[in-house]
């Protein structure tokens, strides 16, 4: 389907836009802004330029998900000696790779987000979000953070920072050396602990049951509140009230970790959050956001089922359309159920998935679904650097019950703005 309004930001435009964001040039200012959880609503006290910290108001939290790599390139430095060049492309780890894929992965993210963070955080911005939530941070570097976290302030925007993706990061206290890295910055909102690892394609941090992972992320949790009290710690559940594990419900899991303040839920259920928000009443008196929802903007028209999660032989195209009406009917939901607007409600707001494009995806074999992959041979009909239609099946969550993983930017792989940019804009600004 044609979507109308679609805008190509020319490399003249982007420069003026980056140009008239306001005090690009000045540093953020030293100190924290305050940030605390009273009841369901978040109470924030901005840090001003001047030093000052502005008056407490409840935090509507208007925000995008962002994970700046596009397009994997076949080879690059290795992380261990950037003089040596190794294969990249797929982030796989397999025997006698090296080094393995994962370590190679989360280098070139922090590459990624060095070359894009001037580009793309100006456009977050122009889309009026407020909030950022980011999956593995920016890397273990006090200039290279600093500089990120100085332009996410200098354009208005607040960080939900990730300090821990992995059984790694707890056990080797990278997470705390994070945390006493970036504090005292004020474009920080929250701490953020993991990312859907209460189900099983993330395999709970790397731990062996979901009770060992709820264990370490309460006990990171507690020892971050003893060397940060301006910021509330958060993490971040896939959608499972039910299981036949009574130890892998969310209910169970929040219950395990107490000293979480603050819950996202990565949500995709359809065009409507159903009974998402009297669930979370029953479950707990915390404040609940939206960490992930959202659609893509492939429509899949035919499609062979090669087996239950995976589509294949794809025959379709983009519609933007659909995925810019569906993500504002989902925000539709979340408005109605904003702290920040009446605090009876449990939700501080919610977070579009995602910021751009990721080709590196490729039909979602990144998470290891679907066929498996000849690595060898580049001509299978797999690409980490082009447009792929393959996705998973998740019958009722989307339009066409495929998730298209490589296509669920506001923005494609080149920055191009999609119809959901905006209206979002016009959202955002009004919410």
């Known amino acids: 389907m044609k979507s109308k309004g679609m805008v190509f930001i020319s490399a003249v435009a982007l420069a003026v836009i980056i140009a008239l964001s306001p005090h690009l040039g000045a540093e953020a200012p030293k100190g924290p802004s305050?940030?605390?959880?009273?009841g369901t609503e978040l109470i924030v006290q901005k840090r001003l330029e001047n030093g000052s910290l502005d008056q407490p108001k409840a935090y509507l939290m208007k925000?995008?998900?962002w994970s700046p790599a596009t397009r994997a390139p076949d080879d690059g430095p290795d992380p261990a000696?950037?003089?040596k060049i190794v294969p990249y492309g797929f982030f796989f780890d397999w025997p006698g790779r090296a080094p393995q894929g994962r370590t190679i992965f989360?280098?070139?993210l922090i590459q990624e987000t060095s070359r894009y963070y001037k580009t793309d955080i100006p456009l977050m911005k122009e889309m009026n979000a407020?909030?950022?939530?980011?999956y593995d941070g920016f890397g273990e570097s006090p200039e290279v953070n600093k500089a990120i976290l100085d332009e996410f302030y200098k354009n208005g925007i607040m960080v939900i920072m990730a300090i821990a993706a992995s059984k790694d990061d707890i056990e080797t206290y990278r997470y705390l050396r994070i945390v006493k890295m970036c504090k005292d910055h004020p474009a920080i909102l929250v701490w953020s602990l993991g990312n859907e690892w209460n189900l099983e394609y993330n395999k709970y941090y790397g731990y062996e049951t979901v009770a060992d992972a709820a264990t370490a992320t309460?006990?990171?949790?507690k020892t971050i509140k003893k060397i940060d009290r301006n910021h509330p710690v958060s993490s971040c559940l896939g959608d499972r009230f039910e299981d036949k594990d009574p130890k892998n419900t969310v209910k169970w899991i929040v219950k395990k970790c107490p000293d979480v303040d603050v819950w996202g839920l990565n949500i995709y259920r359809g065009m409507s959050l159903g009974d998402l928000f009297k669930r979370w009443q029953a479950t707990t008196t915390k404040p609940l956001y939206i960490s992930e929802f959202g659609i893509d903007s492939f429509a899949t028209k035919t499609y062979k089922v090669r087996n239950e999660i995976y589509a294949a032989d794809i025959k379709g195209g983009e519609d933007q359309d659909a995925q810019a009406t569906w993500n504002i009917k989902m925000w539709n939901d979340v408005a109605k159920n904003l702290s920040a607007v009446n605090p009876k409600n449990?939700?501080?707001g919610g977070i579009v998935h995602s910021f751009n494009d990721s080709l590196w995806k490729v039909g979602s074999y990144h998470v290891l679904l679907g066929d498996l992959i000849n690595y060898n041979d580049p001509q299978e009909g797999t690409s980490y650097s082009t447009y792929n239609p393959e996705g998973l099946i998740m019958k009722g969550s989307f339009p066409d019950d495929v998730a298209n993983e490589e296509y669920f930017g506001i923005f494609d792989a080149d920055r191009k703005p999609k119809l959901i940019f905006y209206e979002l804009q016009k959202f955002y600004k009004n919410l």
Do not use: D, L
């Open 81 to 83: 000696n950037a003089a």
């Open 63 to 65: 925000g995008v998900t």
């Open 218 to 221: 309460e006990e990171a949790a």
């Open 34 to 38: 305050i940030v605390q959880v009273k």
């Open 346 to 348: 449990v939700c501080i």
């Open 130 to 134: 407020n909030t950022v939530r980011v």
């Open 106 to 108: 989360r280098s070139w």
